[in-house]
């Protein structure tokens, strides 16, 4: 009896001994590196890339390696390369993702594959709401997160009156009518709104003007990219802002690009997921490594997405092992604080539940800082018919 227990003991020691069982994952990454978006899609990669430098130390005995290819912002090209990844390239996760209209193109066939896809960027309400899957996990934000809190917050500060303008898709949609709901529900007044094409529009003159016309005592603005630099460039050279002080979802003056836009950026203010200025260790690593490994380069919101990303999925193929399937299941239940604060997956959207952050954009000595003026904690949202 003696023996057997001694037996079954060193048995036992030998096994915890053994390495546990790993696997090598493939992640096909998917990005725009061409076109409105290109800006985004680098800032992407970076982080990602960056995370998976940081973090790779949880993997274990796992590997990861990655796939890469160019969705241009391009729907059916995008759904074309996807199902290369997936079926051709065998990737075992798919990440990265920037436009809505793109992650609505992807959703039937992820979903359908039962591919997992960690989004970092596209913020189409629909994807963790009336199309969500089990196979869809966000950790970027929803479209209607990010500028919901600004009607409330503008109502507030005195505006009784906003005009709406963003790029004509569903992200531009989504995000002026979030704003919408809140703002009139707060007593505020929308009179007038446009939607420009989301590529190719070069002059922003007529509709600046128009919006200049309607009396409104603010512009509410979602742009992203190319378009954002633009924007804001021409709404300065059209002295504009003094009559019609400028709003927007944070991508306007993103840190990926608010130093090209430099003077024309002051006084914006914005609401995001991130700022740069956040005072913790998290961001601080974070921060410091981007410098360091970018040419001295701040981190972007876009920039931190991409990280947050590889850091889940780091996190849940340490949960899984060698353990394919499972890892699945694991993506969702996955938290962390990471550079913008707490982050966690909604088990009811699998969309990320996250702060928000309502920040002035400042220019002085040639550069521009965004200070905070209001942090709205633990954003989540409705469940908008999603059934997992
Ligand atoms: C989107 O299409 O969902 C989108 C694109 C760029 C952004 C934010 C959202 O900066």
Redesign the pocket.
């Known amino acids: 009896m003696m023996k057997r227990t001694v037996l079954a003991a060193a048995a036992a020691a030998m096994l915890a001994a053994l390495p546990a069982k790993a696997a090598d994952y493939k992640v096909g990454i998917l990005l725009p590196f061409s076109g409105v ?1 290109a800006g ?1 899609g680098a800032h992407i990669e970076n982080g990602f890339m960056l995370g998976l430098k940081d973090f790779g130390g949880e993997l274990g005995n796992n590997t990861v390696s990655v796939v890469r290819d160019d969705t241009e912002a391009d729907p059916g090209a995008s759904l074309a390369k996807a199902k290369k990844m997936v079926l051709s390239d065998k990737v075992d996760v798919l990440t990265g993702i ?4 793109v ?1 609505g193109a992807l959703r039937d066939f992820v979903h359908g594959s039962k591919t997992p896809l960690v989004v970092s ?4 309400d629909d994807a963790t709401g009336e199309r969500c899957s089990p196979y869809i996990t966000r950790v970027s934000f929803s ?1 209607s997160s990010i500028t919901r809190v600004m009607g409330p917050w503008m109502a507030k500060q005195g505006i009784k009156t906003a005009y709406l303008m963003a790029p004509d ?3 531009g949609r989504q995000m002026m009518d979030a704003f919408r709901a809140t703002f009139e529900a707060a007593g505020g007044k929308i009179v007038g709104e446009a939607y420009p094409p989301l590529q190719g529009t070069k002059d922003y003159g007529p509709y600046i003007s128009q919006a200049k016309a309607s009396g409104a005592q603010a512009l509410m603005t979602f742009f ?2 190319g378009a954002a630099i633009s924007f804001v460039k021409q709404y300065k050279e059209f002295g504009a802002a003094k009559d019609l002080p400028l709003y927007g ?1 944070g ?1 306007l003056t993103s840190a990926a690009y608010v130093h090209v836009q430099g003077e024309a950026a002051d006084g914006i203010i914005a609401s995001l997921h991130y700022v740069p200025t956040i005072d913790t260790p998290e961001n601080k690593r974070f921060q410091d490594g981007y410098k360091a490994a970018y040419e001295g380069k701040l981190g972007s919101e876009f920039a931190v997405a991409g990280y947050d990303a590889a850091h889940l999925i780091v996190k849940a193929i340490a949960a899984a092992g060698g353990d394919k399937a499972k890892f699945k299941g694991e993506l969702a239940k996955v938290s962390f604080n990471g550079p913008r604060g707490p982050l966690r997956i909604d088990p009811a959207t699998h969309n990320v539940i996250q702060n928000m952050y309502i920040f002035r954009n400042e220019f002085a000595d040639g550069k521009v800082t965004q200070k905070v003026l209001a942090t709205i904690e633990g954003v989540q949202d409705p469940v908008n018919g999603c059934k997992i």
Not at 98 to 101: L, R
């Open positions: 978006y985004l920037v436009s809505s209209a992650l960027n596209a913020g189409n479209n898709y569903a992200a992203a990219g979802a991508f």
